[in-house]
Nanobody, 120 residues
Framework: QVQLVEFGGGLVQAGGSLRLSCAAS????????MGWFRQAPGKEREFVAR????????YYSDSVKGRFTISRDDTKNTVFLQMNSLKPEDTAVYYC?????????????WGQGTQVTVSS
């Protein structure tokens, strides 16, 4: 089994920055990528960003493109999400996810989530 543990959530003022990290206990066979999702109160969970483990290709939702940056540390099985120019609408529980699928829409493993609150 793979465990994902997130760090770095908190409270920040609008316009500020936060950096989330997520460490995987190990990489399962076929490890293809890691990513971030978020879920705001009363809303469905939504995709935020993804990074391919083999080539480092990155993908972002339109709502965070240009403000958030996803990166990885291969040696530590860790993925990061640098969040800049934060807005109140970025407030949500942020979840780390990992995939062994080629289909980038499928995810095997999930973290417990970390709260990000952006005050106006």
């Amino acid at each position: 089994q793979v465990q994902l543990v997130e760090f770095g959530g908190g409270l920040v003022q609008a316009g500020g920055s936060l950096r989330l990290s997520c460490a995987a206990s190990r990489r399962a066979p076929g490890w293809s990528g890691m990513g971030w999702f978020r879920q705001a109160p009363g809303k469905e969970r939504e995709f935020v960003a993804r990074i391919s483990w083999s080539c480092g290709s990155v993908y972002y939702s339109d709502s965070v493109k240009g403000r958030f940056t996803i990166s990885r540390d291969d040696t530590k099985n860790t993925v990061f999400l640098q969040m800049n120019s934060l807005k109140p609408e970025d407030t949500a529980v942020y979840y780390c996810a990992a995939s062994t699928y080629i289909d980038y829409r499928k995810w095997d493993y999930w973290g417990q989530g970390t709260q990000v609150t952006v005050s106006s």
